[in-house]
């Protein structure tokens, strides 16, 4: 494999990961907009991103168990496409602690940690349940 399928292959994933985080925030937008009720929960938690995350987490899993990882072969050209580019893509680490980092800066600090660690749990039991269905 050339360099240039595999980052052909990783921009591909990428665009469409990066376009669906894209579309999660903007959908939720939209339901709030829609709504029109003012709710601290859903307001204040950066909702968006925690679905970007999940959502990216729990395809990772299925992908990885039906794919494997970075391996050779033709699984590796499905995993640049799906785990490197469209779940690296659509889950995002810098969103999440700016998030955080804004909710502590207004002061709401222990929001900001429940936050943190909900998105650790969730993240990882949603890995834990791709892997478990992808198989």
């Given at each position: 494999m050339t360099v240039?399928?595999?980052v052909l292959l990783v921009a591909i994933g990428g665009a469409v990961g990066?376009?669906?985080r894209w579309g999660i925030?903007?959908?939720?937008k939209a339901l709030r907009e829609r709504d029109g009720r003012p709710s601290i929960i859903l307001d204040l938690v950066p909702w968006p991103v925690f679905l970007a995350n999940i959502l990216a987490s729990?395809?990772?899993?299925v992908f990885v168990a039906q794919l494997g990882s970075a391996s050779a072969g033709g699984a590796r050209l499905g995993y640049l496409l799906l785990g490197t580019g469209l779940c690296g893509a659509m889950s995002t680490l810098s969103s999440a602690a700016i998030e955080i980092v804004?909710?502590?800066r207004r002061r709401f600090?222990?929001?900001g940690v429940g936050y943190l660690l909900l998105s650790?749990?969730?993240g990882m039991s949603a890995l834990w349940l791709g892997?478990?269905?992808g198989r």
């Open positions: 240039l399928v595999a990066a376009v669906a925030g903007e959908g939720w729990f395809l990772l899993g804004d909710l502590s600090t222990v929001i650790i749990g969730a892997l478990v269905i």
